[in-house]
């Protein structure tokens, strides 16, 4: 896709962070943790092509965990980012964790990547993508009346938060608008199913943090993650969901932080031991 068609929104200055967002969600779920670390960063929240304000891929154009790299790989090299700290939920931290093995960032912190899913959690996203298609046949003012429902908004509030009696849950529900035949969400459902994150080296600083909490991507996972990429710094968040910037945004900032400041540090420090090694270097004679 043409880069200059993603929506994201910038503030701050100094080395660039890019944050990405999860499936069927947008750049806005970024908000809280965004201010957070805008005095430190230029901070860039990107909506993903589908979703947000960006547009989707045309239906006959590839749209995958793949692709969707490719884009903001692009995306970054628009903006003139260089090698740019990522961070990422779900589906973004997939997408963060592959532009680490290639090379394009310079730390990578990821809140429940997708692609570390046990058969059974997979089996379970095989459901949803089922039950999400069989949605698309219904009416959408009866879709969004269903959505309202007391019912739906607890199965909303247990599936997505740490804590679905706590007062800033009250308000999460699902969003239907994404449940139509074709669109992004439907579209990469199944993709998101089929996603397997392979073992390969990522030469940055990496965390892994997973919601202990998390009922969508179960923290289980998070053991076969430290499996495929052992030297990542694997992180616990207590009384987090599958959406962790929502439950506790402080926390995520800091792990956010934690990594970006490793990364520049060992930056600095290589740059350091370089110019030492060269003042170091015997005169040479005659």
Not at 114 to 119: I, T, V
Not at 126 to 140: C, N, Q
Not at 235 to 240: A, E, N, Q, R, W
Request: glycine content about 10%; overall charge positive.
């Amino acid at each position: 896709m043409d880069p200059k068609r993603i929506a994201f929104e910038e503030r701050g200055s100094g080395r660039p962070l890019v944050l990405l967002h999860g499936l069927g969600d947008r750049r806005q779920s970024w908000n809280a943790v965004m201010a957070r670390l805008a005095a430190d960063y230029r901070v860039l929240c990107v909506d993903l092509p589908g979703f947000g304000a960006t547009p989707a891929p045309a239906p006959d154009e590839p749209y995958d965990v793949h692709t969707l790299t490719d884009d903001i790989h692009a995306f970054c090299e628009l903006h003139g980012l260089g090698r740019p700290h990522m961070a990422g939920n779900s589906l973004g931290g997939s997408i963060a964790l592959e532009l680490g093995v290639r090379g394009l960032a310079a730390s990578v912190t990821v809140f429940s990547p997708a692609g570390f899913s046990e058969d059974l959690a997979r089996l379970g996203i095989h459901v949803v993508g089922g039950l999400s298609r069989f949605a698309t046949r219904i009416p959408m003012p009866v879709k969004e009346r269903l959505a309202g429902t007391a019912p739906a908004r607890a199965a909303a509030r247990i599936a997505l938060r740490g804590d679905p009696k706590s007062p800033t849950a009250k308000a999460t529900r699902f969003s239907v608008r994404g449940l139509r035949k074709g669109s992004p969400f439907i579209r990469m459902v199944s993709r998101i199913a089929e996603y397997d994150f392979s073992a390969r080296p990522i030469e940055c600083p990496v965390t892994i943090a997973w919601g202990d909490r998390d009922r969508t991507l179960l923290p289980s996972s998070a053991v076969h993650a430290h499996r495929r990429v052992p030297n990542a710094r694997m992180v616990s968040l207590i009384g987090s969901g599958h959406i962790p910037m929502a439950d506790d945004p402080v926390t995520v900032a800091e792990h956010v932080r934690w990594t970006c400041r490793a990364a520049d540090l060992g930056s600095t420090g290589i740059a350091a031991r370089n110019a030492a090694g060269r003042d170091r270097r015997p005169e040479s004679r005659t």
